[in-house]
């Protein structure tokens, strides 16, 4: 049993403040159980193992802050909101033609002023309002294992394990508030079998023969709350009672709101040999592998509203305004895909000397990617757009869309080029400097490659014609009806092959030629023994990494300045605004007729990078006189792309499409400085029976990790360049 209980836990300095002037607690109550058995079925050949453990979370979390429209707000005075006491010292002033930070109510947007009486009400005068949701948990895992000796030079094993994790939807901690919502529920599982049979095949040969199996389901649900047509919104809801939501300093309602089911199957075959000839031990292995996975997702099926003030100045204003930012919807998206993976390797570790070992070996893997079965994969040809060159697996796509079975797009349905030359080499060294095992030095170089996960294609599954998502910036009818300059909401949409796409659609696209990224890594220790305890050593650590996935904007918009100017017929006041984005982008520049159907085009391109160095110090002392001491500092940097920003996600790649080094700097997982000491005493053995018994052999140990924070980007979240 292992417990932890929330009295013995620090306060959260943005928790709520009760009448008795203390912070409310987290309410943390964390329990782990479980145990072990083991033993023997038949004499000196069958053996059994199995053990249980169970964790029970139960917490409540009491620094969620949001910021809601008060009794002032909802009357149109934003005097007091705007004011500094609510912004840092910093006075707002409403854009005009809002005067004085007030706004006539008669302005406002109905459907906002219907979900703001579903908020949870504040007389702050700031609409500040902090409340608690749940954050409970249970896990249970199970394992068993069997050993078979079979004879002195042949074993065989079989192992299962099974792990189940559910978390409840925070909603259900507190049903009066919508905002709670904000976490979903997961029922997730996990099972693994493993075979394994070892043989000796002589005094110098081993065989190692494995054969796995591993299922993991993952369903991620909510709680019913409001969709937009409960709000009288002129958006369909594939998923009713559900949306989501997000102002700029104010609250978000329905973070990942979205359901998800994902199942997941991976089959794996290994085997190994291992010859040990002389001064060489040698290593053979291959290894093949297959994986079948079906994720169905829904996360924007009642549509993602933004409101980042670019309006007035304020994200509530917005709100109740009902002019959003940006409006992404979409159907159920889903990926249906398997892989195939090979591997073949050899390695050779050989004592050169007495003193020098030296490793070298070669990996063989070929990147063959992920083949889409359900087709939910898409190419783009520019040369095609301009030749008006029309996809024959679905008529009503726009000129330049490629998907399986047209001419032009790669084998199958991958929509990549297969990568046979992934070849990775590695060699090391180790010298004993002295011959007496008192100092050593390691050296070692390697390539390795890595497979992408197998949800980043997910953003082309969930665009047209498949999951149609569509991305409406500034929508001009506002929250109450988004799509009522553009014909009129287009959803729901079945797919088929006369599917009708949507206006300004969003797509993404993978390149043909893309590589699997990879990593080359090195580095160099010196170790030292002093005395009898002590233990020391200086490391060096380096890799470069490259070829790394990336999403590229190929049709963003064009800034075509601030003054007046007429596109298509169409005069505008102010020629750049994010209202006109789409008419903006450049395909629709170059051709009206087929560009009216591509809005945001993100490619996945392999061009980002990054560099980690690192200098690593250590020592260790062996507990001799009853102290044990070993500490670790490390100082590195990690610089390069911007990576990670959402590879699911719509024009959230590089800021200027065409100047990827303008996101370089430090990597988000950086950290300078690093360090850990851990620290151990032993009381002796006392000579007094009394204290022998009493005293002898308790051990305390401590152990101290500090780091350096986390890098900070800072972004206004509105589109400054006006580039979409």
Same mark, same amino acid.
């Given at each position: 049993?292992?417990?932890?209980?929330?009295?013995? *836990?620090?306060?959260?300095?943005?928790?709520?403040?009760?009448?008795?002037?203390?912070?409310?607690?987290?309410?943390?109550?964390?329990?782990?159980?479980?145990?072990?058995?083991?033993?023997?079925?038949?004499?000196?050949?069958?053996?059994?193992f199995?053990?249980?453990?169970?964790?029970?979370?139960?917490? =409540?979390?009491?620094?969620n802050?949001?910021?809601?429209?008060?009794?002032a707000?909802?009357?149109?005075?934003?005097?007091?909101?705007?004011?500094?006491?609510?912004?840092?010292?910093?006075?707002?002033t409403?854009?005009?033609?809002?005067?004085?930070?007030?706004v006539?109510?008669?302005?406002?947007?109905?459907?906002?002023?219907?979900?703001?009486? +579903?908020?949870p009400?504040?007389?702050?005068?700031?609409?500040?309002?902090?409340?608690?949701?749940?954050?409970?948990?249970?896990?249970?895992?199970?394992?068993?294992?069997?050993?078979?000796?079979?004879?002195?030079n042949?074993?065989?094993?079989? #192992?299962y394990?099974?792990?189940?994790?559910?978390?409840?939807?925070?909603?259900?901690?507190?049903?009066?508030?919508i905002?709670?919502?904000?976490?979903?529920?997961?029922?997730?599982?996990a099972?693994?079998?493993?075979?394994?049979?070892?043989?000796?095949?002589?005094?110098?040969?081993?065989?190692?023969?494995?054969?796995?199996f591993?299922?993991?389901?993952?369903?991620?649900?909510?709680?019913?709350v409001?969709?937009g047509?409960?709000l009288?919104?002129?958006?369909?809801?594939?998923?009713?009672?559900h949306?989501?939501?997000?102002?700029?300093?104010?609250?978000?309602?329905?973070?990942?709101?979205?359901?998800?089911?994902?199942?997941?199957?991976?089959?794996?075959?290994?085997?190994?040999v291992?010859?040990?000839?002389?001064?060489?031990?040698?290593?053979?292995?291959?290894s093949?592998?297959?994986w079948?996975?079906?994720?169905?997702?829904?996360?924007?099926?009642?549509?993602?509203?933004?409101?980042?003030?670019?309006?007035?100045?304020?994200?509530?204003?917005?709100?109740?305004?009902?002019?959003?930012?940006?409006?992404?919807?979409?159907?159920?998206?889903?990926?249906?895909?398997?892989?195939?993976?090979?591997?073949?390797?050899?390695?050779?570790?050989?004592?050169?000397?007495?003193?020098?070992t030296?490793?070298?070996?070669?990996?063989?893997e070929?990147?063959?990617?992920q083949?889409?079965?359900?087709?939910?994969?898409t190419?783009?040809?520019?040369?095609?757009? =301009?030749?008006?060159?029309k996809?024959?697996?679905?008529v009503?796509?726009?000129?330049?869309?490629?998907?399986?079975?047209d001419?032009?797009?790669?084998?199958?349905?991958?929509?990549?080029? =297969?990568?046979?030359?992934?070849?990775?080499?590695r060699?090391?060294?180790?010298?004993?400097?002295s011959?007496n095992?008192?100092m050593?030095v #390691?050296?070692?170089?390697?390539?390795?490659?890595? +497979?992408?996960?197998?949800?980043?294609?997910?953003?082309?599954?969930?665009?047209?014609?498949?999951?149609? &998502?569509?991305?409406?910036?500034s929508?001009?009818?506002?929250f109450?009806?988004?799509?009522?300059?553009?014909?009129?909401?287009?959803?729901?949409?079945?797919?088929?092959r006369?599917?009708?796409?949507?206006?300004?659609?969003a797509f993404?696209?993978?390149?043909?030629?893309i590589n699997?990224?990879?990593?080359?890594?090195?580095?160099?220790?010196?170790e #030292?023994? @002093?005395?009898?305890s002590?233990?020391?050593?200086?490391?060096?650590?380096?890799?470069?990494?490259?070829?790394?996935?990336d +999403?590229?904007?190929?049709?963003?918009?064009?800034?075509?300045?601030?003054?007046?100017?007429?596109?298509?017929?169409?005069?505008?006041?102010?020629?750049?605004?994010?209202?006109?984005?789409?008419?903006?982008?450049?395909?629709?520049?170059?051709?009206?007729?087929?560009?009216?159907a591509?809005?945001?085009?993100?490619?996945?391109?392999?061009?980002?990078?990054?560099?980690?160095?690192?200098?690593?110090?250590?020592?260790?002392? &062996?507990?001799?006189?009853?102290?044990?001491?070993?500490?670790?500092y490390?100082?590195?940097?990690?610089?390069?792309?911007?990576?990670?920003?959402?590879? *699911?996600?719509?024009?959230?790649?590089?800021?200027?499409?065409?100047?990827?080094? @303008?996101?370089?700097?430090?990597?988000?997982?950086?950290?300078?400085?690093?360090?850990?000491?851990?620290?151990?005493y032993?009381?002796?053995?006392?000579?007094?029976?009394?204290?022998?018994?009493?005293?002898?052999?308790?051990?305390?140990?401590?152990?101290?990790?500090?780091?350096?924070?986390?890098?900070l980007?800072?972004?206004?979240?509105?589109?400054?360049?006006?580039?979409?």
């Amino acid at each position: 049993e292992f417990m932890r209980h929330h009295s013995l *836990n620090a306060t959260n300095r943005f928790a709520a403040v009760g009448p008795d002037g203390t912070r409310a607690d987290d309410g943390l109550k964390r329990h782990q159980f479980g145990g072990t058995l083991g033993g023997r079925i038949v004499r000196d050949r069958l053996f059994f193992f199995g053990a249980y453990q169970g964790t029970a979370v139960r917490q =409540r979390p009491a620094a969620n802050l949001a910021y809601v429209p008060n009794a002032a707000m909802l009357a149109g005075d934003y005097s007091t909101f705007a004011s500094p006491a609510c912004n840092s010292g910093r006075q707002i002033t409403l854009r005009a033609p809002f005067v004085n930070n007030r706004v006539s109510p008669t302005l406002f947007s109905p459907a906002a002023v219907k979900l703001a009486g +579903m908020l949870p009400k504040t007389d702050n005068p700031c609409g500040e309002i902090r409340f608690t949701t749940s954050a409970d948990e249970n896990q249970r895992q199970v394992v068993t294992k069997i050993d078979w000796q079979r004879t002195a030079n042949h074993s065989v094993f079989g #192992r299962y394990m099974a792990t189940i994790h559910k978390v409840d939807p925070a909603a259900l901690s507190q049903p009066g508030n919508i905002l709670a919502a904000a976490s979903s529920g997961l029922d997730n599982s996990a099972t693994s079998i493993a075979i394994g049979d070892t043989r000796v095949l002589s005094s110098n040969t081993v065989n190692s023969f494995r054969i796995t199996f591993n299922n993991t389901t993952v369903d991620r649900y909510n709680v019913h709350v409001v969709d937009g047509p409960d709000l009288g919104a002129k958006v369909y809801s594939y998923e009713p009672g559900h949306m989501r939501l997000n102002v700029d300093s104010g609250f978000s309602l329905g973070q990942d709101s979205g359901y998800g089911l994902a199942d997941n199957d991976a089959y794996q075959l290994s085997n190994d040999v291992t010859l040990v000839r002389r001064s060489h031990q040698l290593s053979l292995g291959a290894s093949v592998a297959y994986w079948h996975s079906e994720q169905y997702t829904c996360a924007r099926c009642g549509g993602d509203w933004q409101f980042n003030g670019q309006t007035t100045g304020l994200g509530l204003a917005d709100f109740l305004l009902g002019r959003a930012s940006s409006l992404e919807h979409g159907g159920p998206g889903g990926l249906i895909f398997d892989q195939r993976y090979l591997g073949l390797f050899a390695q050779d570790t050989w004592r050169a000397t007495n003193r020098v070992t030296v490793n070298a070996g070669l990996r063989w893997e070929p990147f063959f990617g992920q083949n889409i079965l359900n087709g939910a994969v898409t190419n783009f040809s520019i040369e095609n757009f =301009r030749a008006g060159v029309k996809s024959t697996q679905f008529v009503n796509a726009p000129a330049g869309l490629l998907f399986p079975g047209d001419t032009g797009f790669p084998p199958g349905k991958t929509g990549m080029n =297969r990568q046979w030359w992934n070849l990775s080499p590695r060699a090391g060294i180790a010298w004993d400097v002295s011959g007496n095992g008192r100092m050593a030095v #390691r050296a070692s170089y390697g390539i390795a490659y890595e +497979m992408p996960a197998g949800d980043y294609q997910f953003l082309q599954a969930s665009a047209p014609p498949f999951g149609n &998502r569509t991305l409406v910036p500034s929508p001009e009818g506002g929250f109450d009806d988004p799509y009522r300059t553009l014909g009129g909401d287009p959803h729901p949409i079945v797919t088929s092959r006369n599917t009708v796409f949507p206006l300004f659609g969003a797509f993404g696209s993978i390149e043909p030629d893309i590589n699997s990224p990879r990593v080359q890594s090195w580095n160099v220790t010196v170790e #030292r023994q @002093l005395g009898a305890s002590w233990q020391v050593a200086v490391s060096y650590l380096g890799n470069y990494t490259d070829r790394l996935w990336d +999403m590229v904007g190929i049709n963003p918009a064009v800034f075509m300045g601030t003054g007046p100017c007429t596109i298509y017929g169409v005069t505008y006041s102010t020629c750049s605004t994010t209202a006109n984005t789409n008419e903006r982008r450049v395909l629709y520049l170059e051709n009206r007729t087929e560009g009216a159907a591509i809005g945001a085009v993100d490619l996945y391109a392999d061009r980002g990078s990054q560099t980690y160095r690192g200098v690593k110090l250590s020592a260790q002392r &062996r507990a001799g006189s009853g102290v044990s001491l070993s500490g670790n500092y490390t100082w590195s940097y990690c610089f390069g792309n911007l990576m990670g920003g959402g590879l *699911n996600q719509i024009s959230s790649g590089s800021t200027n499409p065409d100047d990827p080094n @303008l996101d370089r700097g430090n990597c988000d997982q950086n950290r300078t400085h690093i360090g850990n000491v851990t620290l151990g005493y032993q009381t002796p053995q006392f000579a007094s029976a009394a204290l022998r018994v009493l005293a002898s052999d308790w051990r305390v140990s401590g152990i101290l990790n500090a780091r350096a924070g986390s890098w900070l980007t800072v972004t206004t979240g509105r589109d400054t360049s006006l580039n979409g």
